[in-house]
């Protein structure tokens, strides 16, 4: 097997896979997949795998700094569109592979000109959350497949699935989850919260007295909320059923709703 459902946001609601759950109309699904798994995955559910060649970040402050610096070393072509013109110059001489627009992001017309609708993907990381929504809707109207945006109010969380923008981020909720990683007990080394859902990606290191140690999954009475999602060991990543036996040092991906956590940490 190459990947495994973990999470489904049904309208308001954040459901943890068992096997006996049924798929249901506008269910938004997240999978664990193994390389090459997302490939077939896709070809499954009848989505086109769309290449993401061409990048348009509205807002050049900290944050789409680093993701233009990040994205054009990637050989990947991005449109940096600034406001400020000292801070548009200063952009242009460091990113050298970028191109840095002077504008106002927010004027349909400006964005028209710079080929919009020829971008595959749109981040919108000013510092206003209502300008970042906005202008990824405007994105989404022009055809734009992937749509990011910065959000200071988690309570526009929300929004995402009514509105269509695909991703939404927020400093302080990914700060939270940093130091999250280093107040859980256990061995947590990784935490990462799914995007408009109710649940957390957490990684463990299964140590030699951890209760779950030398057991098989399908023996363990873990929780009804969470779910072994993967299992590194070796380096090498494996999707993980009922007969997989967990020994020490490998690194267990579990997803699981947020009151589960306490539950979950008590195996490790």
Same mark, same amino acid.
């Given at each position: 097997?190459?990947?495994?459902?973990?999470?489904?946001?049904?309208?308001?609601?954040?459901?943890?896979?068992?096997?006996?759950?049924?798929?249901?109309?506008?269910?938004?699904?997240?999978?664990?997949?193994?390389?090459?798994?997302?490939?077939?995955?896709?070809?499954?559910?009848?989505?086109?795998?769309?290449?993401?060649?061409?990048?348009?970040?509205?807002?050049?402050?900290?944050?789409?700094?680093?993701?233009?610096?990040?994205?054009?070393?990637?050989?990947?072509?991005?449109?940096?569109?600034?406001?400020?013109? @000292?801070?548009?110059?200063?952009?242009?001489?460091?990113?050298?592979?970028?191109?840095?627009?002077?504008?106002?992001?927010?004027?349909?017309?400006?964005?028209?000109?710079?080929?919009?609708?020829?971008?595959?993907?749109?981040?919108?990381?000013?510092?206003?959350? @209502?300008?970042?929504?906005?202008?990824?809707?405007?994105?989404?109207?022009?055809?734009?497949?992937?749509?990011?945006?910065?959000?200071?109010?988690?309570?526009?969380?929300?929004?995402?699935?009514?509105?269509?923008?695909?991703?939404?981020?927020?400093?302080?909720?990914?700060?939270?989850?940093?130091?999250?990683?280093?107040?859980?007990?256990?061995?947590?080394?990784?935490?990462?919260?799914?995007?408009?859902?109710?649940?957390?990606?957490?990684?463990?290191?299964?140590?030699?007295?951890?209760?779950?140690?030398?057991?098989?999954?399908?023996?363990?009475?873990?929780?009804?909320?969470?779910?072994?999602?993967?299992?590194?060991?070796?380096?090498?990543?494996?999707?993980?059923?009922?007969?997989?036996?967990?020994?020490?040092?490998?690194?267990?991906?579990?997803?699981?709703?947020?009151?589960?956590?306490?539950?979950?940490?008590?195996?490790?």
């Amino acid at each position: 097997m190459h990947f495994f459902p973990i999470a489904i946001k049904r309208e308001n609601e954040t459901i943890i896979p068992r096997g006996d759950t049924v798929f249901q109309a506008a269910d938004r699904i997240v999978f664990m997949t193994t390389p090459g798994g997302d490939e077939e995955l896709i070809k499954l559910s009848g989505k086109d795998n769309h290449e993401i060649k061409n990048i348009m970040i509205l807002g050049g402050g900290r944050i789409g700094r680093k993701v233009a610096k990040d994205l054009s070393e990637n050989d990947l072509n991005v449109k940096l569109v600034e406001s400020n013109k @000292e801070k548009a110059q200063e952009l242009a001489d460091e990113l050298a592979d970028c191109l840095v627009i002077l504008g106002d992001g927010t004027n349909v017309e400006l964005l028209e000109d710079e080929d919009i609708d020829q971008m595959d993907a749109f981040i919108s990381v000013t510092g206003d959350s @209502e300008t970042n929504i906005m202008s990824c809707l405007m994105a989404k109207s022009k055809g734009i497949t992937k749509t990011i945006a910065l959000v200071e109010n988690i309570d526009y969380y929300k929004l995402s699935q009514i509105s269509g923008i695909d991703t939404l981020i927020n400093k302080k909720l990914l700060a939270a989850n940093t130091i999250s990683k280093y107040v859980r007990s256990g061995e947590v080394v990784a935490i990462s919260q799914l995007s408009n859902m109710n649940a957390e990606l957490l990684e463990f290191v299964v140590r030699k007295d951890s209760k779950i140690c030398d057991k098989e999954i399908k023996k363990l009475s873990f929780p009804r909320s969470a779910i072994i999602s993967g299992v590194i060991r070796d380096g090498e990543g494996h999707i993980v059923l009922g007969d997989f036996k967990l020994l020490e040092n490998d690194r267990v991906v579990v997803c699981c709703l947020m009151d589960s956590i306490k539950k979950v940490e008590k195996f490790f």
